[in-house]
C-alpha cells in the first residue's frame, strides 16, 4: 500500500499489522526522522542496522539473523540503508515465509515508477511504501524558526531565506548548517548575516566534520591537506575548536558504553542521537586508536584551546592547526 509523507501518522496503526516498509526519495532528512520517531524510539535496544551491501556480500549472515530466534525473544526492528532492487529478492523471501516479530524498514533513495522494488511495496497486502520528497520552504522555514526561537536569538528573514536555499529542499543538509550555527551561536545572543553566510561556506571545501573525523582517526595527511586547502578566520576556528569538542565528547562516551558492553557494534548502532551509517566505521577507528584517558585529556584540552583562541585572535589559525596536527600523530596505547 501506498502512503503519502503527510499520512504518517497512520504507520502507529499500520505497525500492529504491517511488518515491512520501504521509504524512498531524495529528502533523507526527511526519512531518517521519521524512522526514528517511529520506529526507533519503540524498538530501543532491539533495533539492529544493516547497509545493503553489507547484506548482499553476507546473505547468509542475514537470514541467520531474520530466521533464527530464541523462545523468548521479543519482536525486533531491522534497518537497511542504501537500499536498491538488489535486494528485492531477499526482500520477497521474506515476506513469502510470513517471518513474525520482526519489522523491517528499508531507505532508499529516488525510485523510479517503474522500479519492481517499489511496485513490490505498493501492490502488496503486507507492505507499506512511502515517498519521501524535497521539503517545500514553507516547511524549513518553520524548522528555522523554530530552531532560533528555542535558542531566544532574533533571526531576520534574509537569514532564514539563507538558510532554506542552501538545504537544496532537504532538512537533513539544513540540520548540518544548524548544527554549526549551534556550536557557534553557544554563548552568544544574536548572529548575524555575514556570520551565517561564513558558516555555511565553510562547507563548501571541506567539512568541519572531516578536519576533525580525519584528526581522531589519526589520518595525519589527510588532516594536513584538509588544513592546506582552506583559508580559515576566527569564526571558523571557534566553530572547529567546539564541533572538535562535540564529537570528542561524543567518542568519549561511545568509548565508555564500548568497554563495558564489550560490544562495539552495538553500541555504535543503538546511540543516541543515531550515528550515520556511513560514520559508524570512522567512529570505529577513533575508538581503537584512543583510549578512555586519551580522549578524557584531550577533552580538557580542546576547552583550554578555545580560550587560548579567543585570547589571541590574530593567532587563532596557528594556534588551532598545531592544536589539530598535534593530535592527528598515531600513539601507543
Known sequence: MILKSFELDKIDILIKDKN????????????????????????????????????????DNFYNDVFSKSFFEEEKLIIISRVNEKIKEIIEEIIEKEVENIKIVLNANTLEKKSKLRILFEKSKNTVCVPFYSDSIQTLNAIILTFFKKRKIPVSQQIINLLSDRSRGDRKNLENELSKINNFVLDKKKITLDEVVKLTNLAENYGVSELIDACLGKNSRRTINILNENSYSLDDCILIIRTFLYKAKRLLKIKKEAETQNNMDQ???????PIFWKDKELIKQQIIRWSYFDIEQLVYKINEVELLIKKNPLSSVNILSDFIISNTVETNN
Open 267 to 273: 553500541v555504535i548502532s543503538n546511540f543516541k542521537p
Open 20 to 59: 515491512f516498509f520501504l521509504f524512498y526519495g531524495e529528502n533523507e532528512g526527511f526519512k531518517d526522522a521519521s524512522i526514528e520517531k517511529y520506529f526507533q524510539k519503540k524498538y530501543q535496544n532491539k533495533n539492529f542496522r544493516y547497509d545493503q551491501n553489507e547484506i548482499l556480500e553476507k546473505k
